[in-house]
T-cell receptor, first 116, second 111 residues
Framework: SAVISQKPSRDICQRGTSLTIQCQVDSQVTMMFWYRQQPGQSLTLIATANQGSEATYESGFVIDKFPISRPNLTFSTLTVSNMSPEDSSIYLC?????????????FGPGTRLTVT | DQQVKQNSPSLSVQEGRISILNCDYTNSMFDYFLWYKKYPAEGPTFLISISSIKDKNEDGRFTVFLNKSAKHLSLHIVPSQPGDSAVYFCAASSGTYKYIFGTGTRLKVLA
């Protein structure tokens, strides 16, 4: 499986500011995703990061709030814009690996964001 | 509407005994299921998967059982070890890379 790193591992930010999270994979991957895990909640898919084109967002998530870049097959960034305390979560990037219709997803270590 | 449910938020088991973690789903289109383990300050780690064409998959101490008619799957850990103490998530997909995750069960294995 791919080795995935994220930066920063954690941050405390003031409301109204923005934070960009980086995700680096040690091999080229086609499918890369961003998830959010709010306190006590399950993992929720924010968007699929598409290389060379705009990300595909899930219902409830918009590009203005969570802009995503994917300049190549090993790197992606997620920005959390104009933050509020409700954005305090763990943000995770993941990659998909598999064949046919059977995919496993492998996750990075996560970025723990606290907004004050 | 929570399509994947883990109704037990926590579970305590004695070391050496069996841990059984349960997961229920509502969408009959789900055909591939995963279990993940998550330690604090780490990302989820993939454990084991099962396709809907099977009712059991085994990998070492971990076995996943799928009951399609009941829309229920379970993860058995035998024997349980203190290092198994973590939060366990089940996840389901319907033939795509998109997974719906449960809310997790915190397992504590007592030495």
């Amino acid at each position: 499986s791919a080795v995935i790193s994220q930066k920063p591992s954690r941050d405390i930010c003031q409301r109204g500011t923005s934070l960009t999270i980086q995700c680096q994979v040690d091999s080229q991957v086609t499918m890369m995703f961003w998830y959010r895990q709010q306190p006590g909640q399950s993992l929720t898919l924010i968007a699929t990061a598409n290389q060379g084109s705009e990300a595909t967002y899930e219902s409830g998530f918009v590009i203005d709030k969570f802009p995503i870049s994917r300049p190549n097959l090993t790197f992606s960034t997620l920005t959390v814009s104009n933050m509020s305390p409700e954005d305090s979560s763990i943000y995770l990037c993941s990659v998909a690996s598999g064949q046919g219709l059977s995919y496993e997803q492998y996750f990075g270590p996560g970025t723990r964001l606290t907004v004050t | 509407d929570q399509q994947v449910k883990q109704n037990s938020p926590s579970l305590s088991v004695q070391e050496g005994r069996i841990s059984i973690l349960n997961c229920d789903y509502t969408n009959s289109m789900f055909d591939y299921f995963l279990w993940y383990k998550k330690y604090p300050a780490e990302g989820p780690t993939f454990l084991i998967s099962i396709s809907s064409i099977k009712d059991k998959n085994e990998d070492g101490r971990f076995t996943v059982f799928l009951n399609k008619s009941a829309k229920h799957l379970s993860l058995h850990i035998v024997p349980s070890q203190p290092g198994d103490s973590a939060v366990y998530f089940c996840a389901a997909s319907s033939g795509t890379y998109k997974y719906i995750f449960g809310t997790g069960t915190r397992l504590k294995v007592l030495a």
